[in-house]
């Protein structure tokens, strides 16, 4: 199939184009907020600098050679596989990404499995349960997918934490320190997967497979899961990779409120402490993991469904 | 139709793994309050929350600000410490004297410490340690200010050690008891600044075990403890300390700080807020300390180097205009108390005048008359020559605390009814230091921590209007009086504790007069812990929690 070999080729194209420009913008977005690395390199808050630090901190970092200079410095290290050394850590940014990744992917994971199940048990039950029951479902959809992160997290802390002492405020070692962090991010995109299923799932009730099935008899329940979901999920699965940016923006917020090791909560300090190398580095990884995520559901698109290869061509 | 494989719905296992894990956590239970205790336990660990963003490394000579300082006091020590009347006394160094020109100082030290990687604590240790601090290599901002003027460093004995002064320094001794500036193995010191960053090397009452980044750090008892400042009294037949090891969080959200404190997750939390305090208050099993910081209170500084503050009139016009007093009250709930001072409560030295701020509108709107100032536009504001009265107020959202930054709202409501357009700008903390570098600023406000009434010359000498290389500089309020400078040089140089107080006075009146600054209240420094938790004090030097004494109720 020359045609796909063409399009995957395109394809692995666009992914070094957009780990380019994400590198490239972050880059130059963080020069151009005003104030000093080098001052916030030495402390920041509540200390001053002297002039012979400051100059030190430069020349060993760079800064004091010309942006674009210090560009294509970085760019060159990237294309060798260095990321840099981040200077707010006294670090190496590959070992910083490294010991925060895991933390970021389990509760992404673990977000992504909660919110399937919390947009399936919902859709379930509404399914069943007639006019009324619909439109609660779609409501609680929409209230679900509006809830801003910072406030969820809040409302949790207070419920499960301060009033029934059942669950952790802050990480735990072990399962229980990430489930109120998932169940944060969880509710909105839970919201935004009911949402896209609603809409299939109301083509797929009134599909001839469902009549057939119901004219063999099988129960509203087995028809839902067996037959209507799976023909809703398709697009809801198809959003996976924008899912995964969602939910590592999501952990900027939900990793500082909870307190979690995570690379969301790391990119926060970064960006306060105008780590450029340490921001970029992040951006990337984010940004090849949204872009892979994004391959790996095209391909797979591709290959279970004929019409998207046409389309491609 | 896609393939007709089917597997049973794998969402089906999912929520049966999630009731699963719902179900365990109800079963793990709460804490139940500590039994009252008067003897010291030994043994036990237990859990600080911090809201300060976490060090990016945990040796306070490199850098230099307040989160290296809290956790840096658990496990390094300094060569001189203050009681809790400020008075200077022995820790690392057991006597002290002053060269009759004030040019040397000799330090005596104690000959049974060593650090906790078995390096002995002598003359040569200190030479390292102001050496490390005096490399530019290290980048050390605090403790280099606070060592500036040591020149030389002569190791006479063993354990007799001589600093040579460029110039005379009466702060010295104050400079020396801050943690920025606390003795560190010198063996240590040689390791590589990423090494050293991890772990640190002191003689303090706990070591630094590991450090889980973003998460916590883990300090272990130091078996072989020593060596508490001389203003400790250990019980008899005690040793400190009682902890077996202190696990310290970083937990940037308030309300999820307080609400690891209320369910037993940490013991110890800072930075809490007025609400917080407020809230703690009715609850039992929660006990407040409140340390001020030392140093500079926290104050709005008027720029008075550039038009419309270069005026005198119009600076008083606007600490005449703004009631900061109602607006504490209402904001903190009473948590803060008023300063009319530039110097902390906790400075012996500080001088308060409270009559130079009692809000007078009709004052102020005379004022603003003579000033030329007469005209108002359509929305009320004062207008002279057709410029509008603009005032740029650059806020660092991470350096002010909610409360006041609405007190900050308050002030701009305040200043609009006397004819000020007040513009507030929340910016970061690199672009707050941008927009000062820039000179974009006409009111400001800065903290500034230092052991001392020195913090004046840092923060009112006309030397610190002179921008660093980085554009940075400490007299915001640039302040250019040759009187103040000469009064601020004479008592940093001063051997007489009462000449040095009638210099530190008279600058002050010099300050608070010329309607510079407008003083709102000390460096908030609040600490919450569990009842459970006893002996906690803070330091008196740069009020930082030690845990040398605490122990756990069973």
Redesign the interface.
């Known amino acids: 199939m020359p045609g796909t070999r063409r399009w995957l080729l395109l394809r692995a194209g666009g992914v070094l184009f957009v780990l380019w420009a994400s590198a490239t913008i972050t880059f130059f977005a963080l020069r151009l907020v005003p104030g000093d690395p080098a001052e916030a390199i030495l402390g920041g808050p509540g200390s001053q600098a002297g002039p012979e630090a400051l100059e030190q901190v430069r020349r060993e970092y760079g800064l004091d050679r010309p942006l674009a200079v210090q560009y294509l410095t970085y760019l060159g290290r990237l294309v060798s596989g260095d990321l840099g050394q981040s200077y707010s850590l006294h670090k190496p940014v590959a070992t910083a990404i490294g010991e925060q990744l895991g933390a970021t992917l389990t509760l992404a994971v673990c977000a992504l499995a909660l919110a399937w199940v919390l947009a399936c048990a919902l859709a379930a039950w509404s399914v069943r349960g007639g006019r009324v029951a619909w439109a609660i479902g779609s409501g609680l959809e929409l209230v679900a997918a509006a809830v801003p992160h910072f406030w969820l997290a809040t409302v949790l802390i207070l419920l499960f934490s301060t009033t029934l002492g059942i669950l952790p405020p802050v990480s735990v070692p072990g399962p229980l320190g990430v489930v109120l962090p998932a169940l944060t991010l969880a509710v909105p995109l839970a919201g935004f997967l009911g949402q896209v299923m609603r809409e299939s799932l109301l083509t797929a009730m009134e599909s001839p497979f469902v009549t057939t099935a119901r004219a063999r008899g099988e129960s509203e329940v087995r028809i839902f899961w067996r037959h209507t979901l799976r023909h809703a999920a398709i697009p809801a699965v198809g959003l996976s990779g924008w899912a995964f940016g969602s939910l590592i923006s999501g952990a900027v917020v939900v990793e500082a409120v909870f307190a979690r090791q995570g690379l969301g909560r790391s990119l926060l300090s970064a960006v306060q402490l105008r780590d450029v190398t340490l921001v970029t580095g992040i951006v990337l990884v984010v940004a090849l993991a949204y872009t892979v995520m994004t391959l790996v559901t095209d391909v797979a698109d591709r290959l279970v469904d004929p019409r998207t290869r046409a389309v491609a061509r | ?3 007709r494989r ?1 597997t049973r ?1 794998r ?2 296992a ?2 049966v793994a ?1 009731a699963a ?2 179900l ?3 079963t ?3 804490t139940s309050p500590g039994q009252e205790s008067a003897e010291p336990v030994a043994g036990g660990t237990l859990t600080y ?1 911090s809201g300060d ?2 060090p ?2 945990l040796d306070p000579h ?5 989160p ?1 300082a809290l956790i840096a006091t658990q496990y390094l020590e300094s060569l001189v410490s203050l009681d809790e009347d400020g008075e200077v006394v022995p820790w690392l160094a057991t006597e002290w004297s002053e060269s009759d020109d004030g040019m040397a100082w000799e330090f005596r030290l104690r000959d049974d410490v060593t650090f906790t990687d078995g390096t002995p604590f002598d003359a040569e240790a200190v030479a390292a340690n102001i050496a490390h601090v005096q490399d ?7 403790g ?2 606070a060592l ?1 003027k040591i020149q030389e460093v002569v190791a006479v004995e063993d354990h007799l050690v001589r600093l040579e002064l460029s110039a005379p320094d009466s702060a010295l001794l104050e400079s020396l008891s801050q943690v920025w500036v606390a003795m560190e193995s010198p063996k240590a010191l040689e390791r590589s ?2 090494e050293n ?2 772990a640190p090397v002191g003689t303090g009452p706990f070591v630094v075990d590991r450090w ?4 916590s750090v883990t300090l272990v008892r130091n078996d072989g403890y020593t060596s508490p400042p001389a203003d400790v009294e250990v019980p008899e037949g005690a040793t400190l300390p009682y902890l077996d090891g202190i696990v310290w ?5 308030s ?3 307080y ?2 404190l ?2 037993g ?2 013991q110890v939390i800072d930075n809490a807020q007025p609400d917080t305090i407020v809230s703690a208050g009715d609850d039992q099993a929660i006990v407040e300390l409140d340390a001020p910081r030392p140093g500079a209170s926290n104050r709005i500084e008027l720029n008075s180097g550039k038009a419309p503050f270069d005026d005198e009139r119009v600076r008083e016009a606007f600490i005449r205009s703004v009631d900061v007093e109602a607006g504490i009250e209402s904001l903190f709930f009473g948590t803060a108390e008023r300063s009319y001072s530039p110097l902390s409560s906790v400075e012996p030295l500080g001088l308060s005048e409270p009559d130079l701020f009692t809000v007078d509108t009709d004052a102020a709107a005379r004022l603003l008359d003579e000033a030329g100032w007469t005209e108002r536009d359509d929305e009320g504001y004062r207008v002279k020559a057709g410029e509008r009265l603009t005032l740029d107020f650059p806020v ?1 959202t ?2 002010s605390i909610p409360a006041e930054q609405s007190l900050f709202e308050q002030v701009q409501a305040d200043a609009k009814t006397a004819g000020f357009e007040v513009r507030l700008h929340p910016l ?8 000062l ?2 000179n974009d600023y006409d009111l400001v406000s800065a ?3 230092k052991v001392g009434p020195d913090v004046l010359r ?1 923060l009112y000498h006309s030397d610190s209007i002179t921008p ?5 500089f ?1 007299n915001l309020a640039q302040v250019d009086d040759p009187e103040l400078d000469d009064l601020l040089t004479r008592a940093a140089a001063t051997s007489r504790d009462d000449e040095r107080a009638s210099l530190y006075e008279q600058a002050q009146r010099i300050i608070l007069d010329g309607s510079y600054i407008l003083p709102l209240y000390d460096q908030q420094n609040h600490f919450l812990h569990s009842s459970s938790v006893h002996g906690l004090r803070a330091m008196p030097t740069v009020s930082t929690p030690t845990f040398a004494g605490a122990w756990l109720a069973s």
């Open positions: 139709m896609p393939s089917f719905p969402a089906a999912v929520v999630a894990l719902l365990a956590a109800c793990s239970g709460g929350a963003a976490e990016s490394c490199v850098g230099g600000n307040y290296q530019p290599a290290t980048a050390s901002s605090t280099y200010l500036a600044q990423e960053c991890a889980d980044r973003q998460e969080r970083f937990i940037p959200d309300a999820s700080r609400a690891a209320q369910s997750e940490v660092s991470n350096q970061d903390l690199s672009s707050w230091y941008g927009a570098a820039e903290p500034y921590t840092i660093a290389p980085s554009g940075y400490a």
